[in-house]
């Protein structure tokens, strides 16, 4: 995975709460069984004109389509940005796009898990100070995670807080699974002991 | 220490703690489906991991199936015979169990979880799949994830979190008549706002709680995660134990008689604490519609559609602002007598039993409007058969209603079917957000005898001013 450390980008707003993960990418984008080239579909159905079903162009009113926002790395959202169905496409279609980091008010907690697992910073931050971040519009958001602070345009800091298991996974770009799988002794002794007791909830071989 | 259910589940199933907040949780069970299953099984063969404990993992087909009778592998999904072919040959390399399109027990994920007894109370049981809360109406914890923690889970056992806060909602009272447990969710939501939970554990409580069947706490359960709960549970009782003997992979015998007794602790201590407590009054609960695009967006079938400059929130009022555009409605419009174009019964949320008795009860001797496309997909097959051995299908037929094989079908375009554009579609599901049932689609969510009333009278309608024989509640058989 690609480690997060520090990250200098454009941020796009999209000021309203609840924007789900269905508007991030909608299923009917999710088109082969692989986690590649979902970028194209990012906010398909907000992104795009449509003629009945069909894409018939680019919505020139939406916020990533404005010549300034189009090469926005960051994001801005309102509360509970990414709630909805577990997709973690929406995620690679952030990522596919190019967007970095997601800052909002707050975020759908399995949206939120998927992110670190997959590079993208995701900070919450109180609505006043993802407006500020809104209102100086083009200017670079100078985003450093090891001190875990923002920096404005005009030099404003803000600090912020991520939970450290997902901080340090970001930063080391460590794979997960695999420091899981350091603990696996634990993991067979917690299942033996388990199997004694709570017998009635291992399935055996026979019941499958 | 007082402790909640929460607690008991959650604290029995910590292998260790990894650092000051984060935990390495065991995973009893893993339930795959064809859209996010393939991927994160495709994924761990590429990354040559196994698959740690086979006999603890399922697999059913419901995403990308279409519902179409006479069906197979092919679907309307761009792309979607790939989904299918590959969870099959995946789900066969591994040797896990898969309930295959033709299979009699086959249905949507958390409908045959809980029917095959895959899930029984005290687990906790993950799955690719955000409505994997239904669970927690069983008195498990049920745990939607992404396709990188699935991919964990089934390399690992485990789930690394930290562990949730937790929130009490209790409803008091009893629910009046043709009020069911999607009204009190949907209320609930309304009421504090679909961010209400705050990624907390949920446990449901109170009187109106206790009197639900269990297809009623299904549907309750289901929908927390709209409320952006962790998870929503129920604490298991004399209903919910008569419901979990004697299913195909439940404990039996000498193991049943143990884990009923490890199940009768699975309730809140009295004195436990919770990090925040609601409470409802079940007299203030009417059949509720939804008139935006989110779970929140919603009223009593007598109110109106409300105005955005009231909302104190500007991201909030913005929001309102898009949805009454996308929706095509004005401020003040009464949602009751709307017209509608299409009509669909089914989903996790609300496609089981006492859904689809609850509808009939208001079909029985009825037609569906003219203009107004009506569909039922029933939940899984044994619903299906169990309707029809009722004679229910004859009803949704007779009424004009198209009747479907299983799986999640038109709640989100699944199997590649959606309604038209700037359709106005009533629906049984559980999320009206914009374009979720195909392009440009304005969906309101209610109860299956809402949906029901309103596809008889082509308009949203009380579905109380209709005679019923059954609801998705406490009157149910």
């Known amino acids: 995975m690609k480690p997060f450390t520090q990250h200098s980008g454009i941020a796009a707003a999209l000021l309203v709460d609840n924007i789900d993960t269905d508007q991030i990418i909608p299923s009917r984008e999710m088109k082969r069984v692989s986690k590649l080239g979902l970028g194209e579909g990012l906010f398909a159905g907000w992104r795009y004109v449509y003629d009945g079903a069909e894409r018939a162009g680019e919505n020139a009113e939406f916020v990533l389509n404005d010549p300034v926002f189009r090469n926005a790395t960051i994001l801005l959202g309102g509360a509970n940005f ?78 912020f807080d991520v939970p450290p298991a997902d901080r340090d996974m970001l930063i080391r770009g460590l794979d997960y699974i695999d420091f899981a799988l350091r603990y696996a002794d634990d993991i067979d002794a917690f299942v033996t002991r388990d199997r004694r007791s709570r017998p009635w909830a291992h399935l055996r071989a026979s019941e499958s | 220490m007082a402790r909640t259910l929460f607690d008991k589940i959650w604290d029995r199933h910590v292998v260790r703690q990894l650092d000051d907040q984060s935990l390495l949780v065991y995973v009893d069970r893993v339930f795959l489906h064809e859209r996010t299953g393939s991927v994160a099984l495709t994924a761990l063969e590429e990354e040559g991991r196994r698959v740690r404990n086979p006999q603890h993992v399922f697999a059913t087909m419901d995403h990308i199936l279409d519902t179409f009778p006479g069906r197979g592998d092919r ?33 949507i994920t958390h409908l045959i979880s809980a029917e095959q007894g895959i899930t029984v109370p005290g687990l906790v049981v993950a799955c690719p799949d955000s409505h994997t809360c239904t669970l927690g109406a069983l008195g498990a914890i049920g745990w939607g994830i992404g396709t990188s923690d699935c991919e964990h889970v089934l390399a690992t056992e485990t789930l690394r979190a930290v562990k949730p806060g937790q929130l009490r909602v209790t409803f008091d009272g009893a629910l009046g008549p043709g009020v069911t447990a999607k009204d009190m969710i949907v209320h609930l939501i ?14 449901y409580a109170g009187p109106a709680v206790e009197a639900l069947d269990m297809d009623a706490r299904f549907t309750l359960c289901n929908m927390a995660v709209e409320f952006s709960a962790f998870t929503g549970l129920i604490a298991p009782d004399a209903t919910t134990l008569e419901y979990v003997r004697g299913r195909p992979y439940a404990p039996q015998g000498p193991d049943f008689e143990q884990a009923e007794r490890n199940w009768s602790e699975l309730r809140s201590d009295d004195d436990a604490e919770f990090d ?97 496309r009506a569909i039922c997909t029933p939940g899984s097959q044994v619903v299906k058969q169990t309707a029809e051995a009722e004679g229910i299908d004859e009803v949704f037929l007779a009424a004009g209603f198209e009747w ?38 304005r969906t309101h969510l209610a109860s299956p005898a809402m949906v029901a009333a309103a596809a008889v009278s082509g308009a949203i309608a009380d579905s109380r001013e209709f005679a019923e024989t059954g609801t998705n509640g406490q009157d149910a058989a």
């Open chain 2, 75 to 107: 679907t309307l999904v761009p792309g979607g015979e790939a989904f299918v072919k590959t969870m099959r040959r995946t789900a066969n390399d591994v040797g896990i169990r898969l309930f295959d399109i033709h299979d009699g027990r086959h249905g």
């Open chain 2, 276 to 372: 925040l407590e609601y409470r409802i009054d079940c007299s203030d609960i009417q059949p509720t519609v939804t008139w935006g695009t989110s779970p929140e967006h919603a009223v009593g079938i007598d109110g109106r559609v409300p105005d955005p400059e009231t909302a104190g929130d500007h991201d909030a009022g913005r929001a309102m602002q898009l949805a009454l555009d996308y929706m095509g409605l004005e401020p003040g419009q009464p949602l009751k007598t709307l017209p509608i174009d299409g009509a669909f019964i089914g989903s996790c949320t609300n496609a089981r039993l006492s859904d689809l008795r609850a509808a009939a009860g208001i079909l029985r001797g009825r037609r569906v409007a003219r203009g107004v």
């Open chain 1, 82 to 159: 990414g709630c909805g169905s577990s997709r973690e496409h929406a995620v690679w279609a952030l990522a596919d796009f190019g967007i970095r980091a997601v800052i909002a008010s707050s975020f759908g907690r399995i949206f939120r898990n998927n992110c670190a697992r997959n590079g993208l910073l995701a900070v919450e931050l109180a609505a006043e100070h993802v407006d500020r971040i809104a209102a100086q519009g083009a200017e670079p958001v100078d985003i450093d995670l090891e001190a875990c602070r923002l920096t404005l345009g005009d030099g404003t800091t803000i600090d």
């Open chain 2, 190 to 203: 309304a009421r504090y706002t679909a961010a209400g939970a705050r990624g907390f554990a949920m446990e």
């Open chain 2, 404 to 441: 479907r094989e299983p799986g999640c079908s038109l709640c989100f375009n699944a199997g590649g079917e959606g309604f038209a554009p700037e359709e106005r579609v009533i629906s049984s599901t559980n999320r009206n957000f914009r374009g979720r049932q195909g392009p440009r689609v």
